[in-house]
């Protein structure tokens, strides 16, 4: 007599970010022009808590202290609506351009921010851009030590010039000051190869099978896969900056394919929160 499993309940994330805070664009935006430029947040945000409502997922939304000072209506309606909020760090510059000192100054405002914004603690880190690898472990400590609790910074595998050993599936890191949970992004192994298919511009330019065949063989494993999106990608009206050819095709191709693959996916796979799946979040009662 086989005993049936219990259903795998994935991670749906959100890297909550403005159109022009996006990495690759920040050569052409500078930092200076971020307070005047029109802000279209609300636009992309609103159909995705749309959508996740419609298909009763919950997800962790990892959002930017600069966003939790500016649009703080937003991320209240986040955490009203049941969804995880956790930080992003405070203005998205990447940990490997940071100082320790920088860095930790990023977590701890963010952090507070966030706290002060929806009234509930934040445990939950991503590092802009996945901007955490070999090297950088320093990062962890720090984390724990301002009082998260999981991190979901690690993208196994390679991503452009530098190489993310890490399991592909969630661990703890045992630290100086106590356990810090990691929660990779999902990826896919063919042959001896990891492919990146966690979300973002792998789900708007590749198959959509690629993010389906993760999520399954995480299932086949027993364990959640973690998938992303930001709330742009679901903006086809975003204004276009100015950019060479293929930062330009990279960042806004495939931007008409984001919503319906989204429908495919929330109809294929059940999802939750991050901190659901470890034990250090309830949702509170959705709003309509």
Known sequence: MSIARKPVCHHF????????????????????LWDVLPPRLDVGLRSLLDILSEHNALATFFVLGWIADRAPELVREISARGHEVASHGSDHRLVTTLTKVEFRESVRTSKSSLENTIGRPIVGYRAPNFSIGRGDEWAFEILFEEGYRYDSSIFPG????????????????RLAAGTLHEIPLATLKIGNTVFPAGGGAFFRHLPYELVHSALRSAERRGMPGTFYIHPWELDTNQPRIRAPFLTTLRHYGGLARTTPRLERLLSAFRFQPIGTTLGTYDPIPSVS
């Open 13 to 32: 994330t959100v890297d909550v970010e403005e159109y022009f805070q996006v990495l690759a664009l920040e050569p052409y935006i500078p930092r200076a």
């Open 158 to 173: 390679r991503r452009g010039n530098r190489f993310v050993p890490s399991e592909r599936d969630p661990y703890c890191m």
